[in-house]
């Protein structure tokens, strides 16, 4: 049981190169969540899926997209990558319950561009 | 606008002694609360949650209070460890569009000195 991966744990990019991090759950989570984070910030919302098929934006969408293909599966594109997104990137997912709820996180992935 | 606010970014506490992490929040209508703690180059890792209908949860040696009339949470480690040095974030959760979100404090790094 792997939890949640992410690939790939580290890339330079150059600006307005693209590129996809993919994130893996094997724990059968509805719920998966794509974060940044910044220095001096908390983890911040880049969209996230209620389950297979659906993407929604949250608090900083502007520059990313998203697909959920596969229930296990999220990945998070960059179109056109800009200074402004070098950051560390985390995907987290979940059940969702009501109660005794947690998010559970993938190792992260730290992009630098250029 | 800030949400969710850990006002201190850092914390020494002596091996052994309690440790305070301190967390405050502007929204009435979040529903739990949660902390996460996460080691360098790693993803965050869920600690211990609490209810907003609960005034105090405990798990071991970490407790976490919230007083809902103050807007106000707090973690506290006893004994504190080595180990328990790390960097700690609160979050805080809403229910908003038909789904849980979760807005995160910007983390408090906490070292605890042998």
């Known amino acids: 049981n792997a939890g949640v991966t992410q690939t790939p744990k580290f890339r330079v990019l150059k600006t307005g190169q693209s590129m996809t991090l993919l994130c893996a759950q094997d724990?059968?989570?509805?719920?998966m969540y794509w974060y940044r984070q910044d220095p001096g910030m908390g983890l911040r919302l880049i969209h996230y899926s209620v389950g297979e098929g659906t993407t929604a934006k949250g608090e900083v969408p502007d520059g990313y997209n998203v697909s959920r293909l596969k229930k296990q599966n999220f990945l998070l594109g960059l179109e056109s990558a800009a200074p402004s997104q070098t950051s560390v990137y985390f995907c987290?997912?979940?059940?969702?319950?009501?109660?005794?709820?947690?998010?559970?996180f993938g190792p992260g992935t730290r992009l630098l561009v250029l | 606008d800030q949400q969710v606010k850990q006002n201190s970014p850092s914390l020494s506490v002596q091996e052994g002694r309690i440790s305070i992490l301190n967390c405050d929040y502007t929204n009435s209508m979040f529903d739990y609360f949660l902390w996460y703690k996460k080691y360098p180059a790693e993803g965050p890792t869920f600690l211990i949650s609490i209810s907003s209908i609960k005034d105090k949860n405990e798990d071991g040696r970490f407790t976490v209070f919230l007083n809902k009339s103050a807007k106000h949470l707090s973690l506290h480690i006893v004994p504190s460890q080595p180990g328990d040095s790390a960097v700690y974030f609160c979050?805080?959760?809403?229910?908003?569009?038909?789904?849980?979100?979760?807005?995160f404090g910007t983390g408090t790094r906490l070292k605890v000195l042998a």
């Open positions: 979050a805080a959760r809403s229910f908003t569009s038909g789904t849980y979100k979760y807005i």
């Open positions: 724990m059968n989570h509805e719920y």
């Open positions: 987290a997912s979940s059940r969702q319950r009501r109660q005794k709820e947690t998010q559970y």
